[in-house]
């Protein structure tokens, strides 16, 4: 038996999802470098984004994302992530392929472990993982030469 969410929730869902798709389109008319689709109650990063190449500087802050889409990772530009106050529970194997990112702001969500990936983001200034469930962090962070705050 198929279970319907409240209609409700499914009308503020695209609501937010709508606002998030018209920011995307008006980011990608006026080639901006920033975009900030926080608090917007998103489950999921919409598709669109991946046309964002330009794209420099992305907030996803205080949504409810699960995991970091290979949406994201599409853009190859990208310098600043903040994915804060989520529920992300794992850095994908091919977060490397950001290798312009200089900051990662992923504090306050489900992380509980990374992955030697990480070692990949070689120009990494700021990584900010606090307020998770990790217990140990790897060794392989020291990979990071350019990180400056942790």
């Known amino acids: ?8 929730e499914v009308k503020i869902h695209d609501l937010h999802i709508n606002e ?6 008006e980011n990608k008319l006026k080639k901006s470098y920033s975009l900030d689709l926080s608090y917007l109650r998103l489950k999921e990063i919409p598709i669109e984004i991946a046309d964002l190449t330009h794209l420099k500087v992305l907030n996803l802050n205080h949504n409810n994302l699960d995991e970091i889409s290979n949406n ?11 994915l804060n106050n989520n529920n992300i529970k794992d850095i994908p194997d091919n977060i490397g392929l950001l290798s312009n990112l200089v900051s990662l702001d992923i504090q306050e969500n489900r ?6 990936s ?16 990790i217990l140990q962090l790897d060794r392989l ?4 030469q350019y990180l400056k705050e942790l």
Do not use: E, H, T
Not at 1 to 8: A, F, G, Q, T, Y
Not at 20 to 25: E, H, L
Not at 141 to 144: K, Q
């Open 1 to 8: 038996m198929l279970v319907m969410p409240p209609i409700s």
């Open 141 to 144: 962070i020291g990979g990071l």
């Open 111 to 116: 992380i509980s472990r990374v992955k030697k």
């Open 118 to 133: 990480i070692v990949n983001l070689r120009n990494l200034v700021f990584l900010d993982l606090s307020s998770n469930r």
């Open 20 to 25: 998030a798709r018209n920011r995307i389109r």
């Open 72 to 82: 994201i990772l599409d853009l190859s530009n990208l310098q600043v992530l903040s």
